[in-house]
């Protein structure tokens, strides 16, 4: 990967075919993670739908015990907001959860339809200035999943899996996490 540029407005880079394979392969892992295993048939709400009927369903969850996701990754993604009150917080995960989750599917299909117009990397990666908010959140939710799987908590915990011997079967995630930084400092950059 090249770093980004802007030309035009429209943030641009290089990607080889195995970039767009590996960026494909890792934001599609978030997606199944974050919508329960179902990638393709997780839609977002109809905006057309009763907004009422949507508040009377979530009124209808049980309120006393928040439903903290067993997954690591998913509590890091989504975390607690109320760790010390479980009504506050189960009644923030009912009004803000699906929505969270929604946005971070939409956000991986607006990654996934822009590395796909890439046709394997033969074609520059174009991110246009309305794609650029998605790509930064997907980004971040991809590198917090490494992040979590590698252990990953601070800076100190980051620089000791960095001096990994390239034997450890972690070098090559941390490789990918730090590969993932390189792409949104870059994109940040170039804007």
Request: net charge negative; hydrophobic share 40%; no cysteine.
């Amino acid at each position: 990967m090249k770093k980004f540029s802007r030309k035009r407005g429209v943030l641009t880079t290089a990607l080889s075919a195995y970039e767009v394979e590996l960026l494909t392969s890792l934001v599609r892992q978030v997606v199944e993670l974050v919508s329960d295993g179902e990638p393709e048939g997780y839609a977002a709400p109809d905006p057309a739908a009763d907004p009422f009927e949507a508040l009377a369903a979530d009124l209808a969850v049980d309120p006393d015990e928040p439903e903290v996701p067993e997954d690591p990754v998913l509590r890091r993604l989504f975390p607690n907001a109320y760790p010390h009150d479980a009504a506050a917080s189960s009644d923030f995960r009912r009004f803000t959860e699906r929505g969270l989750r929604t946005t971070k599917v939409t956000d991986a299909q607006v990654v996934l339809d822009d590395l796909g117009a890439t046709d394997h990397g033969r074609v520059d990666l174009r991110v246009t200035p309305e794609h650029v908010d998605g790509w930064l959140r997907t980004l971040t939710s991809v590198r917090l999943a490494v992040a979590t799987r590698l252990g990953i908590t601070d800076t100190e915990s980051a620089e000791e899996l960095a001096q990994l011997d390239d034997s450890d079967p972690r070098s090559y995630m941390v490789s990918v996490y730090d590969w993932l930084g390189f792409a949104q400092e870059t994109m940040v950059g170039a804007l």
